[in-house]
Every structure is written in structure tokens, then in C-alpha cells.
């Protein structure tokens, strides 16, 4: 199991962009899938964006076309790139990773807020 770090979250205005880090510990990161989950107040956690570890991505439509999600594992981070950024992206921001499927790591959660 890998212990997960987010940084990068913020205020930005609608149409900016961020991008979001998870900073693991270990290389056995390099072997794990990875994903970002998002959960505004009052609404249930969702999946944003996922990667396994050959590299091969899947988005949440909402997001599609506007969020890039990466990882590099020589450093043993993964990322998303948020553009295009909308009120409704407001929500905390939580990376998490697994050997098999997400969910065995989770971080502490990085709060994006969208508003002018």
C-alpha cells in the first residue's frame, strides 16, 4: 500500500486552469492504477479521471476534453490538468491508487474552487 500527498488546489476563476499533483511513496507506485475522485458539498463522491499503469486513461464525461490526468513514475507522482475550469468543478479534490483498482490509498484531499 502507498501512502498518497495531493498540493495544488486553489481558487481560480471560471475558465482557468490547475493542475493537481499526487505525490506517493514507494516506486510500487509505477505498478498501481491511479485516479482522481472529486465530492462538492451535499453530492456524492464521483470519479473524475482514472490511469493504469501502461498509461490508459478514462474521464467522467463532465470532464472530458478539459481535464488531463498523468503520472510520471520516476517520480512517483501522478497529476491532472484542468482547463477550461467551471463553477460546477468546485468541489475537494482526492487522489487515490490500488494494485489492482482504485481505492486501497487515499490522500487527505485538495479543496478547487471555481468562482469569479
Known amino acids: 500500500q502507498v501512502q498518497l500527498v495531493e498540493s495544488g488546489g486553489g481558487l481560480v476563476q471560471p475558465g482557468g486552469s490547475l493542475r493537481l499533483s499526487c505525490a506517493a511513496s514507494g516506486s510500487i507506485f509505477r505498478l498501481y492504477v491511479m485516479g482522481w475522485y472529486r465530492q462538492a458539498p451535499g453530492k456524492e463522491r464521483e470519479l473524475v479521471a482514472s490511469?493504469?499503469?501502461?498509461?490508459?486513461?478514462n474521464y467522467a464525461n463532465s470532464v472530458k476534453g478539459r481535464f488531463t490526468i498523468s503520472r510520471d513514475n520516476a517520480k512517483n507522482t501522478g497529476y491532472l490538468q484542468m482547463n477550461d475550469l467551471k463553477p460546477e468543478d468546485t468541489a475537494l479534490y482526492y487522489c487515490?491508487?490500488?494494485?489492482?483498482?482504485?481505492?486501497?490509498?487515499w490522500g487527505q484531499g485538495t479543496q478547487v474552487t471555481v468562482s469569479s
Open positions: 487515490t491508487a490500488g494494485r489492482v483498482q482504485l481505492g486501497s490509498s
Open positions: 490511469i493504469t499503469n501502461s498509461g490508459s486513461t
